[in-house]
């Protein structure tokens, strides 16, 4: 069993901090004490002794879990591990200040090149690391949060669960093809990516029907994959989506209407995939993402909340709540890296 620190851990997209703070106050204000707070990662104390199994179960935190210190050099890193005599352990080293978008060669030749000196570091004090991704649920995870000018880096720990993300820090190494339509491939990407359905293949031949489909980067990254989209929006589409063939035919529908007007006629008879995201508020869009879930019971649900307005992020819990009455599955909630200001809800059977 790791050994338990009295400091957690969270990071987040930068820009989120006040949100991730105010939202860890309102579930564990007795417990925990803000301790530091950086663009991106912010710790605290605790008041009492956490048990191991202790999750903050927070949305804006896309990483979190017990945090063992800084390191300033490789050498004082690979000796905090060593003393917290945890192996094997996955290794996550990732950016506190997350890639803008994209992973640039840059930021990814430092932090491969980070982790390659710092196993080294690790192998030679005996402490034996597995590969850094596809964590198995109940594994634990060392978190090396890598400062943006120096080898400085947190080390933290975390277990593997359904709802955490599988890449290091929850920033899978995604880049956004020149043609896509929008910024909503990235955000489809690393939906799929955080719950572990990136793999090539593992959707091909499934269907989707998007709410809210214009102008179409989700729906690109789901054609992509082998997924034939009905798409739901009274906006244009692009014209690679629209002209996007698969077996000689258009694998996307275009259903020029309103998410609360779609026909059962002008829908197939099974849908695997219901997608949402309608620049709405979020219980509206919940009110109609429910109806059609109700009607044609999607095997994977993936929604986008949007939270223009800082007050509705109190009402978390409510729209998580309301969620997961309709929802196939176990529900989960992330801000995913391209998120801005918005969530994203998932659930599958
Ligand atoms: C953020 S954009 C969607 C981006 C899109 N998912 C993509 O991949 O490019 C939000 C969209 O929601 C659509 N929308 C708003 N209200 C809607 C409704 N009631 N039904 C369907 N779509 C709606 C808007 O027309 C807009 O195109």
Redesign the pocket.
Known sequence: MPPISPFVFATCNVGSEASLKAEVFRSHGKVLTPAFMRPGLITWKSKIELPSDFDMQSVFARTSGFSHGLGKTIGDIASLVQKMGTSPLHLHLFPRIPPEDEWVEQDRARIDTLRASLSAALAEKNVSIQAPMNPALGDWILDLIVEPDSEQSLVGLHQHDHDKHPSPGGLPRIDQPPEA??R??LK?EQALAWQGLSREKTLSGLTAL???????????SLLKRGIRVFG????TMDDRVLNFQENEGPAFTHLR????AVSSHSLPPKIDLLVS????APPIVLK?VEALQRRIRAKILIVTLKLNDRSLEEKIPLYLKHFAQFAPGPISATQLAANRREICLFSRV
Do not use: F, R, W
């Open positions: 339509p929008s909503a491939y489809m998007e709410l809210g489909c214009a102008p179409g980067g989700a729906s690109y739901v929006d009274t906006g209407t309103t998410a609360g995201d309608m620049n709405l109609y």
